[in-house]
């Protein structure tokens, strides 16, 4: 089955200590999208990438960035986590830009911080 | 300003009994709306989402919704809940910024 594949499902980092959490889709969708949910909230939309375009949101910290590499690959990096990034991050993708596209989500990282 | 509203925060419902589950809007523009449900550490799975058309859209797990535009409402309801319909509920509305916002969710727990 066509899938958002998030990897791994559950990642500790230290305080500060970079890290990565990653994201495939076999759905050969344009647009891959990061999402971070707080306990008990919404998700709140980090950016996304069409294609290879880029799109931050405005509120989003400069302590997260993102790459994609090709279509079927997203990354979400954090460069010096605190303890309020610990929260599930989630990918999703949808075929087009446009606001009739449904999101495809992914199950989600949790990261916690030590 | 445009804005999702979930009235409820908490839904306790017994089992087989029906269930109402409230999202308002507002916006200036036409929008396109959509319900997920989350489990417990899982991802979102679309319910079902209205685009156009008829008012009332009919999605999985035998949920329906009803796009109200006169009082700006997209309730999600299913006539008999299951156990396993017990999870989180976000209504998301989508207004021309090319992306989702979603209301703060519904934890549905269905009561056997």
């Known amino acids: 089955d066509a899938m958002v594949i998030q990897n791994p499902r559950y990642q500790v980092t230290q305080f500060g200590k970079p890290v990565t959490l990653s994201c495939s889709q076999t759905?050969?969708?344009?647009?891959m999208y990061w999402y971070q949910q707080k306990s008990s909230q919404a998700p709140k939309l980090l950016f996304h990438?069409?294609?290879?375009?880029?799109?931050n949101e405005a509120d989003t910290p400069d302590n997260f960035q993102s790459r994609r590499p090709n279509t079927s690959f997203c990354f979400l990096d954090i460069r010096s986590p605190g303890l309020g990034d610990a929260a599930m991050y989630l990918c999703?993708?949808?075929?087009?830009?446009?606001?009739?596209?449904?999101?495809?989500f992914g199950d989600g990282t949790r990261l916690s911080i030590l | 300003a445009q804005s999702v509203t979930q009235l409820d925060s908490q839904v306790p419902v017994f089992e087989e009994a029906p269930v109402e589950l409230r999202c308002n809007y507002s916006?200036?523009?036409?929008?396109?709306l959509f319900w997920y449900v989350q489990y417990p550490n899982q991802g979102l799975q679309l319910l079902l989402k209205?685009?156009?058309?008829?008012?009332l859209v009919k999605g999985i797990n035998g949920f329906e919704a009803e796009f109200n535009k006169s009082q700006t409402s997209f309730h999600l309801r299913k006539p008999s809940v299951h156990i396993s319909d017990t999870a989180e509920y976000f209504c998301?509305?989508?207004?021309?910024?090319?992306?989702?916002?979603f209301g703060t969710g519904t934890r549905l727990t269905v009561i056997p």
């Open positions: 999703a993708t949808s075929r087009d830009q446009g606001d009739n596209q449904p999101q495809h």
């Open positions: 759905l050969n969708h344009n647009v």
């Open positions: 990438y069409y294609d290879k375009d880029f799109n």
């Open positions: 916006s200036s523009v036409s929008v396109y």
């Open positions: 209205y685009l156009s058309g008829s008012t």
């Open positions: 998301a509305v989508s207004w021309g910024a090319n992306n989702l916002f």
